[in-house]
């Protein structure tokens, strides 16, 4: 970790010091993991006046399942306490619009920061780390902007910038990896049988694996960036050094105790 600044923000959720942004900024629909519709802007039914959940520990039991796979990776108590100085949306209602319009692009930013502190811990990527301490140190300033310039941000050219450096990150890593490497980038594997799957170092980028049967499968080092896990069975499998795997992917999956992880990141409680 030598590589990375120590002054970069959290970048997991603190939602003691945050306004409950997720529950408020952010529009759900009513599906299975939502139990019903809510708008952007407006706060969801189950927010107490203390900003808590009324519901956090049922929420998988009341229809909510979508609340548990989220992360904000750090944004929302970097926009209440940074961005808007620790002045509540409630006390304050003059800065509600502007709040809640910051929020999402602090998320994006926080996730690119992630993805980069990742990839400067990884030796095989030594070659880009010069490139990726510049894209780090940007981002990070973007992180300590104020509502109106993230407003301005083309985040989303920022975003690009930054996965050609992820891209080469993971070829040079996955290059090192003995034998030929499955590519299913962007492939629909949902609900596949890769039960016991060999994959290590493969190209699972923005991959469909919704309920895939993952179970016993070796992903070391496998390229998991935007992989959708909802519902995929873990059970078993090899995630260490899997490369840009976060914790709402493991959040959205099933898994067990056997499941090995980065150290990083966390068996999520449903987990069994």
Same mark, same amino acid.
């Given at each position: 970790?030598?590589?990375?600044?120590?002054?970069? %923000?959290?970048?997991?959720?603190?939602?003691?010091?945050?306004?409950?942004?997720?529950?408020?900024?952010?529009?759900?629909?009513?599906?299975?993991?939502?139990?019903?519709n809510?708008?952007a802007g407006? %706060?969801?039914?189950?927010?107490?006046?203390?900003?808590?959940?009324?519901?956090?520990?049922?929420?998988?039991?009341?229809g909510?399942? $979508?609340?548990?796979?989220?992360?904000?990776?750090?944004?929302?108590?970097?926009?209440?306490?940074?961005?808007? $100085?620790?002045?509540?949306?409630?006390?304050?209602?003059?800065?509600?619009?502007?709040m809640?319009?910051?929020?999402p692009v602090? &998320?994006?930013?926080?996730e690119l920061?992630?993805y980069?502190?990742?990839?400067?811990?990884?030796p095989d990527?030594?070659?880009?780390?010069?490139?990726?301490?510049?894209?780090?140190?940007?981002?990070?300033?973007?992180?300590?902007a104020?509502?109106?310039?993230?407003?301005?941000?083309?985040?989303?050219?920022?975003?690009?910038?930054?996965?050609t450096?992820l891209?080469k990150?993971?070829?040079?890593?996955?290059?090192?990896?003995? $034998?030929r490497?499955?590519?299913?980038?962007?492939?629909?594997?949902?609900g596949a049988?890769?039960s016991g799957?060999d994959?290590?170092?493969?190209?699972l980028?923005?991959?469909?694996?919704i309920?895939?049967?993952?179970?016993?499968?070796?992903?070391?080092?496998?390229?998991?960036? $935007?992989?959708?896990?909802?519902?995929?069975?873990?059970?078993?499998?090899?995630? &260490?050094?899997?490369?840009?795997?976060?914790q %709402?992917q493991?959040?959205?999956?099933?898994?067990?105790?056997?499941?090995?992880?980065?150290?990083?990141?966390?068996h999520p409680?449903?987990?069994?």
């Amino acid at each position: 970790m030598d590589d990375v600044p120590t002054r970069l %923000p959290l970048l997991q959720a603190d939602c003691a010091n945050c306004f409950a942004l997720c529950c408020v900024a952010l529009p759900f629909a009513k599906s299975n993991d939502f139990a019903v519709n809510k708008p952007a802007g407006t %706060p969801c039914k189950n927010l107490r006046e203390d900003f808590r959940c009324g519901i956090h520990t049922r929420l998988r039991d009341t229809g909510f399942q $979508g609340c548990t796979v989220f992360d904000c990776f750090g944004a929302g108590q970097q926009v209440s306490q940074v961005t808007f $100085g620790g002045r509540d949306w409630r006390a304050h209602p003059e800065t509600r619009a502007e709040m809640f319009d910051a929020f999402p692009v602090m &998320r994006q930013l926080h996730e690119l920061l992630f993805y980069v502190a990742e990839a400067l811990t990884l030796p095989d990527a030594a070659p880009l780390h010069a490139r990726l301490r510049d894209a780090l140190a940007e981002t990070e300033q973007w992180t300590r902007a104020d509502a109106p310039s993230l407003a301005d941000l083309d985040v989303g050219a920022l975003r690009q910038q930054i996965n050609t450096l992820l891209l080469k990150t993971s070829e040079l890593v996955r290059a090192k990896v003995p $034998g030929r490497k499955k590519n299913h980038r962007g492939a629909d594997l949902m609900g596949a049988r890769l039960s016991g799957a060999d994959l290590r170092g493969a190209n699972l980028r923005g991959a469909y694996l919704i309920a895939a049967d993952l179970s016993r499968a070796d992903l070391r080092t496998a390229d998991l960036i $935007g992989a959708d896990f909802r519902d995929a069975n873990l059970r078993g499998a090899d995630l &260490r050094n899997a490369l840009f795997l976060t914790q %709402p992917q493991l959040n959205a999956a099933q898994g067990n105790p056997k499941t090995q992880i980065p150290p990083s990141l966390s068996h999520p409680a449903h987990w069994s």
